[in-house]
C-alpha cells in the first residue's frame, strides 16, 4: 500500500448517479403523462417546459459527473460541489413539478 494512495470512496457518486437516472426517468415520464392529458399546443412552449428541460439537463450533466469522478477517483471537495449543485437544481425542479401538478 502506497502512502500516496487517496481516500476516494465512491459510494457518495454511485449513489448520486443512481438518483440522477431516477431524476430522468421520472421527468420523461411526468413529461409524457402531462402531454396526454393535455391538448397538443405545439406552437405554444410553456413555462413549465421549460424548468423540465433544465431539469433534465441537470441530472443528465450530474450523472456524466458522477461517472466521470467515480472513473477517474477525483479525490476533491469540487468535485462534491458539483454533484450537489446538479443535485440541488434537478431535485427542486422534480419538487416543484410534483407539488403544482
Keep these: 500500500m502506497s502512502s500516496s494512495q ?3 470512496s465512491p459510494d457518495f457518486f454511485n ?3 443512481a438518483v440522477f437516472a431516477v431524476f430522468i426517468f421520472a421527468k ?3 413529461h409524457r403523462s402531462r402531454r396526454a392529458r393535455k391538448p397538443d399546443k ?3 412552449w ?4 421549460i424548468f423540465h428541460a433544465v431539469c433534465v439537463i441537470a441530472a443528465s450533466i ?3 459527473l458522477a461517472m466521470l ?3 477517474l477517483q477525483w479525490d476533491s471537495l469540487w468535485a462534491d460541489i458539483l454533484v450537489w449543485i446538479a443535485l440541488a437544481i434537478a431535485g427542486v425542479i422534480l419538487l416543484w413539478d410534483v407539488i403544482v401538478e
Design 6 to 8: 487517496s481516500n476516494f
Design 15 to 17: 449513489t448520486a448517479g
Design 28 to 30: 420523461f415520464v411526468s
Design 42 to 44: 405545439s406552437s405554444n
Design 46 to 49: 410553456d413555462g413549465p417546459g
Design 62 to 64: 450530474g450523472l456524466v
Design 69 to 71: 469522478i467515480t472513473e
